[in-house]
């Protein structure tokens, strides 16, 4: 599907595409969504960032000449974490974020500690994970460092309660904002 929309979107002109949060997987990591996960039957689902869906992921981006922003769970190792990463249309990784604010229904999933903002000739981006968008703090963070556009790949929450918390967001921080939501 990935792939198909992505073609799609740069057909129709998109220079940036991104997905929701745990495109790649389908959100398992979540209890509410994954009724009876373990730790054992998670770690398997995830990908690492030089892993073979990736690579593709790396391969679309370059060949259809897009920025492709990707949610997915993480595998480094014995870790696991809810994370996104961005491929230049060059197939370049420009940046790599993991969601620092995890709920109580999320806890096979280490947390990120770093926000990183990234330059592109779209401006400065910055990347924030569903919750952590709930926190001020986080989004003021990336303001902070200079971001004038902020990337929120989300799967939970619903309702026009998102949508307002968004542009409030945007609003207190003076930056642009894509939230991405299935």
């Known amino acids: 599907k990935l792939e198909r929309y992505a073609r ?12 929701p949060e745990g495109l790649l997987e389908g959100y398992v ?10 730790r054992e039957r ?21 060949e259809l000449k897009i920025y492709l ?4 769970a993480e595998r480094d190792r014995e870790k696991m974490y809810n994370s996104v ?14 969601k620092s604010h995890t709920a109580d229904d999320e806890p096979f ?11 592109t000739p779209f401006g400065r981006w910055g990347t924030l994970i569903c919750f ?3 926190l001020p703090e986080t989004m003021r963070i990336l303001a ?14 619903y309702g026009e309660m998102n949508d307002i918390m968004m542009r409030v967001r945007a609003y207190e921080n003076s930056v642009w904002l894509a939230f991405v939501h299935p």
Do not use: C
């Open 144 to 157: 902070v460092k200079g971001a004038q556009f902020v990337l929120v790949p989300s799967w939970g929450g």
């Open 85 to 98: 990463v961005i491929f230049s249309p060059e197939g370049a990784l420009v940046s790599h974020y993991s």
């Open 29 to 38: 990591g979540n209890e509410k969504h994954s009724p009876g996960l373990t």
């Open 109 to 119: 999933n280490t947390k990120g500690t770093e926000f990183p903002v990234v330059s």
């Open 42 to 62: 998670y770690l398997p689902a995830g990908e690492t960032i030089d892993g073979p869906l990736m690579s593709r992921i790396r391969g679309l981006a370059r």
């Open 132 to 134: 952590d968008r709930q």
């Open 69 to 72: 922003a990707v949610g997915f």
């Open 8 to 19: 799609q979107a740069a057909a129709q002109g998109a220079q940036v595409v991104i997905t």
